[in-house]
């Protein structure tokens, strides 16, 4: 059974950094892309980050240059680095899996974890 | 980026009902749009890939159907397990985005 668990939310203070870990299991990691999406208060998603199989990555305008994902398929773990957060960045992060292949959709998704950021 | 605009943002309906949520994207997207249904407290959950494409374990009364820019998600005899917020997403470029969330209540 697929499983994504998603550690390293927290509270934190604006221009501050955190890094998010995502532990995956019950699939073969490295042959799977993987993504961060957030859902901010109110509900809204969105997608925040994404890192292919040979470790091309992709960011929306939003977080470019502030955020960066990272993969270590040894350890079967996905990352997210994220520098100057603004309380804007608050919300629940997901990390989700694709298939490796090109217009391939979200098929499992993690639990989440809760990211604040506040003064 | 592509906009995803969802229709109603909350809808009410009674058990049995036949129930569509529409979304239109703001430019073609071709057929690369899923739908998720997320509970309360819960992380959202795959219902339908590539527009029509239900995902295993699915109940069929849960249908997809559209192409270009405008999709619809058909519930066809609304259930009580089916109180949820459902969301559209394209995948067909990116950025990805999602619609802004329809929530289904029971009446």
């Known amino acids: 059974e697929v499983h994504l668990v998603e550690s390293g939310g927290g509270s934190v203070q604006p221009g501050g950094s955190l890094r998010l870990s995502c532990a995956a299991s019950?699939?073969?990691?490295?042959?799977?892309?993987m993504h961060w999406i957030r859902q901010l208060p109110g509900k809204g998603l969105e997608w925040v980050s994404a890192?292919?199989?040979?470790?091309?990555?992709e960011y929306p305008d939003s977080v470019r240059g502030r955020f960066t994902i990272s993969r270590e398929d040894a350890r079967n773990s996905l990352y997210l680095q994220m520098n100057s957060l603004t309380v804007g960045d608050t919300a629940i992060y997901y990390c989700?899996?694709?298939?490796?292949?090109?217009?391939?959709?979200?098929?499992?998704w993690g639990q989440g974890t809760l990211v604040t950021v506040s003064s | 980026d592509i906009q995803m605009t969802q229709s109603p943002s909350t809808l009410s309906a009674s058990i049995g009902d036949r129930v569509t949520i529409t979304c239109r994207a703001s430019?073609?997207?071709?057929?690369?749009l899923a739908w998720f249904q997320q509970k309360p407290g819960k992380a959202p959950k795959l219902l339908i890939s590539?527009?029509?494409i239900l995902e295993s374990g699915v109940p069929s009364r849960f249908s997809g159907s559209g192409s270009g820019t405008e999709f619809t998600l058909t519930i066809s005899s609304l259930q009580p397990d089916d109180l949820a917020t459902y969301y559209c997403?394209?995948?067909?470029?990116?950025?990805?985005?999602f619609g802004q969330g329809t929530t289904v209540e029971i009446k």
């Open positions: 890192i292919g199989t040979a470790g091309d990555t």
């Open positions: 430019q073609s997207i071709n057929k690369w």
């Open positions: 590539k527009t029509s």
């Open positions: 989700v899996r694709t298939i490796a292949a090109p217009w391939s959709p979200i098929d499992h």
């Open positions: 019950g699939f073969t990691f490295s042959r799977f892309a």
């Open positions: 997403h394209q995948y067909n470029r990116y950025s990805w985005t």
